[in-house]
C-alpha cells in the first residue's frame, strides 16, 4: 500500500508503478535523503512539534537505515516509488508509530529539493577536485616544456612560434574558469529548500535555520513556491558541464591531430590506446576520441533538461523527476572523462624535436620580419606587404626566410641587414614575446606560478 493511499480506492496499475518509479536513479541519493531527515526530524522535537522522544526514535532508526544500506543488507523496492518512500517505509517497519511523524511538516516536494542540492552540492566538490588534478598535471608538464618551440595555429594552418608550455596553459586557463563556473553553481546551490513544504510552507513552527546549519547550508530560500519547482541549479551544472566536456574536446582534438603521422608531435601510451582489427600498424587514439565523443551527450542532457523546464507552471509538476536522470548523467560523464583524460596525459610523450621542426617551416616568422622592419622605420603596412612578397619568393624557390642570403633579403627591402637572422630566429621569435600573457619562457613561469597560486585559492 502506498503511503499517500488514502484518499484512493484501488491500487495503481504495475505498469504505472513501473513508469512512475524513480528508485532505479534516484537511489543513490540514500545518503542526502537519511541526512536530510535527520536534520528534520531533530528539528520537529526540538521545537516541540513531534514528542522528543519519537524524534530520537526516528534518528537512531534512520542511523541503522543508512549503515545496513551501506553494508548491501537492504533492497530498495520499486512498490515504494522512490528513495524518500523506500527510506522512510523501512523507518517504519523498524520503529513502528513514531516512523509515521518523520514526514511531519513537509513534502516531498521540499524534500526531493533537498535531496538533490545536496548531491549537488557533492558533486561539485567531486568536479571540481578532478579539474584541480588536472590543471595540476597541465602546469607540471608545461613547466618542463617552457623552452619546447612549437608552432603556433590559426584556421589550422602554421602561424607563429610559441611553446608547448604556452599551448598547455591556454588549455590550464579554460579549466581554471571551469573551476570559478562549477564554485559560482554551488553557491547558487547552497540554498535550503525544505520548509517550503509541497508549496505553501508549513503552519508548524519549523526552525529552518537550524536545519540550515545542520545540513551545512548557507542561506535559506525566500519563496516556497520558488524552493520547490527550481532546477537552476541542475540546469547551471549541466552548463558548466558542457563548456568543460567542450574544453576537453577541444585538447582531445588536437592530442588526435598531433598523434597522426601528419603531424607526429605526440605518442599515445600503450595503456591508453587501441589497435585495429585488421590493420597491424594502427595505434588508435581512442580515448581521447571517445571523450570528444562524450562531449555531445553531455550537451544532450544540457537540452533534455532546459526543454522539460521550459514550459512548466508554477509550482511542482510530474515531469521535474526527469531532471535526476539527465543531472547524473552529465556529473558521471564529466567525472569519467576527467579521470580518464588526466590519466592519458600524463603518460604521453611529446616528440619536441619534431614540434621544433615543424615551428621552423610554414614561415611561421614572417611576422617578426616584418617587426623587424617596422623597427627599421618602415610603416607596417608597407612591412607587411615586402614580406609578403619575400615569403611568395621563398615558397617559390622552396627555401624558408632565415635560408636567403642578406642580398636576396635585400630585393625586398633595403632595411634588412645581417642582424635580421637573429631577429628572425624561432627563439627570438618566442623571447621577445615577453609581455604579459605571452609565451615567452620567463613569462610562462610567471604564468605557471599565479596559477599555482589560484589553485589554492578557488
Not at 499517500?4 to 528508485?23: L, V
Not at 523507518?91 to 516531498?108: D, M, N, P, Q, Y
Not at 613547466?143 to 610559441?162: F, I
Request: glycine content about 6%; proline content about 3%; charged content about 25%.
Amino acid at each position: 500500500m502506498k503511503l499517500w493511499s488514502g484518499r484512493f480506492q484501488k491500487n495503481t496499475d504495475a505498469a504505472m508503478d513501473a513508469f512512475h518509479s524513480s528508485i532505479s536513479f534516484d537511489c543513490r541519493m540514500y545518503k542526502q535523503d537519511i541526512t536530510g531527515s535527520i536534520a528534520h526530524a531533530t528539528m520537529l522535537g526540538r521545537q516541540g512539534i513531534i514528542p522528543k522522544e519519537d524524534a530520537v526514535k526516528i534518528v537512531d532508526g534512520l542511523i541503522s537505515i543508512l549503515s545496513d544500506i551501506e553494508a548491501g543488507k537492504i533492497e530498495f523496492t520499486e512498490g515504494a516509488e522512490d528513495i524518500h518512500m523506500n527510506i522512510e517505509s523501512l523507518l517504519t517497519e523498524r520503529i513502528g508509530e513514531a516512523g509515521k511523524r518523520v514526514h511531519t511538516g513537509r513534502s516531498r516536494n521540499d524534500q526531493v529539493a533537498l535531496d538533490m542540492r545536496m548531491y549537488m552540492k557533492s558533486a561539485i566538490d567531486e568536479v571540481r577536485a578532478r579539474l584541480k588534478a588536472l590543471v595540476e598535471a597541465l602546469i607540471a608538464t608545461a613547466e618542463a616544456n617552457t623552452l619546447t618551440v612549437m608552432p603556433g595555429y590559426t584556421h589550422l594552418q602554421k602561424a607563429q612560434p610559441v611553446t608547448l608550455a604556452h599551448h598547455l596553459l591556454a588549455y590550464a586557463e579554460m579549466f581554471l574558469r571551469d573551476l570559478d563556473r562549477f564554485a559560482d553553481c554551488k553557491r547558487r546551490t547552497d540554498v535550503l529548500p525544505l520548509g517550503a513544504g509541497a508549496l505553501a510552507g508549513s503552519t508548524y513552527p519549523l526552525d529552518r535555520e537550524f536545519v540550515a546549519s545542520e545540513l551545512g547550508f548557507s542561506a535559506v530560500s525566500r519563496n516556497s513556491m520558488d524552493s520547490v519547482s527550481d532546477r537552476d541549479f541542475c540546469i547551471e551544472f549541466c552548463s558548466c558541464a558542457s563548456i568543460a566536456m567542450m574544453h576537453l574536446s577541444r585538447f582531445c582534438e588536437e592530442l588526435i591531430l598531433w598523434s597522426s603521422d601528419e603531424f607526429r608531435f605526440v605518442e599515445m601510451d600503450d595503456a591508453y590506446s587501441t589497435g585495429s582489427s585488421i590493420m597491424p600498424q594502427k595505434k588508435n587514439p581512442d580515448v581521447a576520441e571517445l571523450i570528444r565523443g562524450k562531449t555531445g551527450r553531455v550537451y544532450g542532457d544540457l537540452t533534455a533538461l532546459l526543454t522539460v523546464m521550459k514550459g512548466i507552471p508554477l509550482a511542482y509538476n510530474k515531469d521535474m523527476q526527469e531532471d535526476k536522470e539527465s543531472t547524473f548523467d552529465a556529473f558521471d560523464t564529466l567525472s569519467a572523462c576527467l579521470d580518464m583524460f588526466t590519466r592519458m596525459f600524463k603518460t604521453l610523450k611529446f616528440n619536441t624535436s619534431n614540434m621544433k621542426k615543424a615551428a621552423g617551416r610554414g614561415f611561421t616568422n614572417a611576422t617578426d620580419a616584418a617587426d623587424y622592419l617596422v623597427k627599421k622605420g618602415l610603416p607596417f603596412r608597407s612591412a607587411h606587404e615586402a614580406v609578403g612578397k619575400l615569403v611568395f619568393h621563398c615558397i617559390e624557390e622552396g627555401k624558408a626566410i632565415d635560408e636567403l642570403s642578406l642580398e636576396e633579403l635585400k630585393e625586398f627591402s633595403p632595411l634588412f641587414e645581417s642582424d635580421v637572422y637573429d631577429s628572425i630566429s624561432l627563439t627570438t621569435c618566442v623571447s621577445g614575446r615577453a609581455l604579459r600573457g605571452g609565451p615567452a619562457p620567463e613569462t610562462v613561469k610567471s604564468a605557471i606560478e599565479e596559477i599555482r597560486e589560484k589553485l589554492e585559492t578557488v
